[in-house]
């Protein structure tokens, strides 16, 4: 009865995060650019590297009071204080799709990220998008940042799909982000919503995207991983 439930919320959280698609606050530094300005014109202190967080909604901090509570905005005051020479850009956009990334990508990279963290794929698996064609969209990005900044460091933020999909499709799903993260040599957090997905108190309202509490929890799944490469 607890996997059921548990799968049924994992179910439901997809399904928003999906369906936010334009109903984000529109408070990430992505949209706020996209809208104002290019991000080749928002330069920061030559002394400090950029660790840039490519994703959707959950990246972006849907429905949380200010950015800065979002996983990204954790992870900066982590930086921060460590003293650490990285600033954090946040290009969230809610209800993003791989597709849609491989389709900003180049005006993102307009700005050079020193670490690359790319989180999408959900919404593609709510959907039930073919897993090979999602597999060669995040291929498709993971070699746009490589060819354009060889060295910049890449890492991705693995999600899952609920057992409703079926069960070839959910080990497809779960199959992909570990065999990109080998092909191309980068960094891996196998499921970024560990320990958050499915707990009612660690998410908002709507029962799906992570509180201020969650987005914590978040933040130290992606920390483990990340931590090797700014130290």
């Known amino acids: 009865m607890h996997l059921l439930k548990k799968s049924a919320s994992l179910l439901l959280a997809l399904a ?11 408070n990430t530094i992505a949209d706020t650019l996209a809208n104002k300005s290019d991000l080749a014109g928002q330069t920061t202190p030559t002394s400090k590297k950029t660790i840039l967080v490519f ?17 990204p905005g954790v992870i900066k005051a982590k930086i921060d204080s460590l003293k650490l020479p990285y600033n954090v850009v946040n290009a969230g956009v ?15 990279l307009k700005q050079k990220p020193d670490i690359f963290l790319l989180e999408l794929g959900a919404n593609d698996g709510l959907r039930g998008n073919s897993v090979a064609q999602t597999i060669s969209n995040l291929q498709a990005i993971i ?19 609920p057992p ?5 499709y959910v ?10 993260a080998a092909k191309n040599h980068v960094g891996l957090v196998p499921f970024l919503l560990e320990n958050v997905g499915g707990i009612a108190k660690l998410n908002q309202a709507d029962g799906i995207h992570p509180t201020p509490a969650g987005a914590k929890i978040v933040a ?5 991983e990340l931590k090797q490469f700014v130290n």
């Open 16 to 26: 928003i995060v999906s369906c936010s698609d334009k109903k984000q606050n529109n």
């Open 94 to 108: 809610s209800g993003e799709t791989s597709a849609g990334g491989l389709g900003r990508i180049d005006w993102i």
């Open 171 to 180: 080990n497809d799903f779960k199959k992909m982000y570990p065999d990109l």
């Open 164 to 168: 409703s999909m079926g069960q070839q």
């Open 220 to 224: 130290e799944n992606v920390w483990k």
């Open 143 to 161: 070699d746009k940042v490589k060819s354009k900044y060889p060295n910049t460091k890449i890492i991705l933020l693995g999600m899952q799909v």
């Open 55 to 71: 994703g959707d909604s959950l990246t972006a901090g849907y429905g949380l009071d200010d950015p800065s509570e979002a996983f």
